[in-house]
């Protein structure tokens, strides 16, 4: 599984501006001297990181009619200092009805915004959410560079779940326009791009949807579009996948360069050379960034990517053959921990592992731990969890158990339709595989993936052995009824890269 909310809080740019507020103050008498001066306490206490106190004054005095007396900066400082203490004392609720009001003035800084639209998410308030959005997009462009975009992600795939698509629409139009940049290394916007694209192409508008994928860098998105029947006809004619990656590792080195103490530039650089093939050279860019002793200083996104480091690290040493130093550097990862809570990405890595090595016994061990609780795997991670054990019990022979895992992904399809095929093609029902396949390619939605899997590409090093369903991937692909849903389809591709893993 890839690396595919929380926000911190820092008083200081609030109470500076709380200077306009003081001196704007006017020498009020009665009630709203009152307030005035409650309000100037509140500050001291912020200013003494006493939050508690801070917030109870400002929850008093926001509530008086004479707040409105205070100037307009004074009282978007007053909202953002109440914002930050709710938010620091775990008052999600106050935290965001005191960014809401910030955010309301253009004088709101990104952080603000980040907690209106975090709670929006949380909440699922979708249409709240997409007019925040819309609100940075049009008031506040560097707010929404700010926001993870993990965060964005989310809400689109949340809305491409409703059954009307307007709201999914009106994200897609900040996310996939040239304004939105996120600032985060290497990330881009072509993923949205990506799904609206094709909806341009439904209005007829042609040259809005050439537009978008001409100004695509991500390989992943390309390769996306070059598995779709409509899009891949605004590709020149003589696109290469592997030019584009090559094109992207430059633009990833370039990044380690110059933002030294990103992890995340690291990964990305060692991601690609792994699909070019250079998985030698991937796995000496890790070592050379190896986040260990003096080095753990150096990088200020380590506690998000330690375990994701461990990771890549696992996926070369596997792709050169190295089992025990495969096994060794995912336990590193679960070690680590994921985002402070119980590992679940490479524990299932680990998982998998065991198995592409012919040791299902460990594979079920590793995954043993899920039935022990406490492990908050979203619905795609328990069904690669399932694939594993699943794969692991045919292996060994327990019809029972296995049984009882195809009946769970069967049931759970829609969660990652992949896992249903690959854990047939595990038992050898092939004629099972194949109706689980050709349901995918006859869906829109799900077809990309399906061409994805189906597609051809460099063949790996020899001391990388496949995974029980891999080996069986090429045999489903020539089956006349796949064939059939395959043509249907538009057709798949040849790559020259390595496979994606999963």
């Known amino acids: 599984m890839h690396r595919s909310i929380a926000t911190r809080c820092a008083l200081s740019p609030f109470i ?11 020498p009020a008498a009665g009630d709203a ?8 306490s509140a500050v001291a206490k912020a200013e003494r990181a006493d939050c508690r106190g801070s917030l109870k004054l400002i929850i008093a005095a926001t509530a008086e009619a004479e707040f409105a007396t205070v100037n307009a900066a004074g009282r978007d400082a007053i909202h953002g200092i109440g914002a930050l203490c709710a938010l620091q004392l775990g008052d999600n609720d106050t935290a965001y009805r005191f960014a809401f009001e910030a955010t309301q003035s253009n004088r709101s800084t990104a952080q603000l915004w980040r907690i209106r639209f975090s709670h929006q998410l949380r909440l699922k308030a979708y249409s709240d959410a997409v007019a925040s959005v819309e609100a940075m997009g049009s008031r506040h462009v560097e707010a929404l560079d700010s926001v993870p975009i993990r965060w964005l992600y989310l809400l689109n795939d949340d809305l491409g779940k409703l059954p009307d698509k307007a709201l999914q629409r009106r994200l897609l139009d900040v996310l996939a326009g040239s304004a939105y940049r996120p600032d985060e290394v290497m990330a881009t916007n072509d993923g949205f791009k990506l799904k609206l694209a094709p909806l341009l192409l439904d ?7 050439a537009a978008l994928v001409s100004s695509m860098v991500e390989p992943d998105a390309l390769v996306a579009v070059s598995l779709d029947l409509r899009l891949r006809t605004l590709l020149p004619a003589d696109f290469s996948v592997r030019m584009a990656m090559e094109r992207r590792l430059e633009q990833a080195r370039s990044s380690v360069a110059t933002h030294a103490d990103s992890m995340s530039a690291v990964l990305d650089m060692a991601d690609l050379l792994r699909r070019l093939g250079r998985v030698e050279e991937s796995l000496a860019v890790l070592e050379a960034a190896g986040p260990v002793g003096p080095r753990t200083a150096i990088f200020s996104d380590l506690d998000k990517q330690r375990n994701w480091w461990w990771d890549a690290v696992a996926r070369a040493q596997e792709r050169l053959g190295h089992y025990e130093k495969a096994v060794a550097a995912y336990r590193e990862g679960i070690a680590a921990k994921e985002g402070g809570t119980p590992n679940v990405s490479q524990t299932i890595n680990l998982g998998h592992a065991h198995l592409r090595f012919g040791y299902p016994e460990r594979a079920i061990a590793a995954v043993a731990v899920f039935e022990k609780g406490k492990y908050e795997a979203s619905p795609y991670g328990l069904m690669e969890m399932r694939l594993v054990r ?14 009882a895992e195809i009946a769970y992904v069967t049931e759970h399809e829609r969660d990652h339709p992949e896992a249903l095929t690959d854990l047939l093609l595990c038992t ?37 052995p496949l995974l029980p369903f891999e080996s069986k991937i090429a045999e489903l692909a020539v089956r006349a009824d796949v ?18 893993e999963l």
């Not at 500076?16 to 006017?26: E, Q, R, T, V």
């Not at 001297?33 to 100037?40: M, Y």
């Not at 939605?445 to 994805?452: I, V």
């Open 483 to 500: 064939m059939m849903a395959i043509k249907r389809a538009g057709g798949t591709c040849r790559f020259h890269l390595q496979a994606a």
């Open 390 to 403: 699943g794969c692991a019990h045919a292996a060994l022979g327990n019809g029972a158990a296995v049984k």
């Open 33 to 40: 001297a009152d307030v005035f001066s409650r309000l100037r």
């Open 16 to 26: 500076k501006c709380l200077a306009l507020l003081i001196a704007c103050a006017s």
């Open 203 to 209: 209005e007829g508008k042609q040259s809005s949807a």
């Open 428 to 464: 050898g029902d092939m004629e099972g595989a194949a109706a689980a396949m050709i349901r995918r390619l006859d869906d829109p939605e799900r077809r990309p993936g399906a061409l994805l899997q189906l597609s051809d590409y460099d063949p790996p090093v020899a001391t990388f």
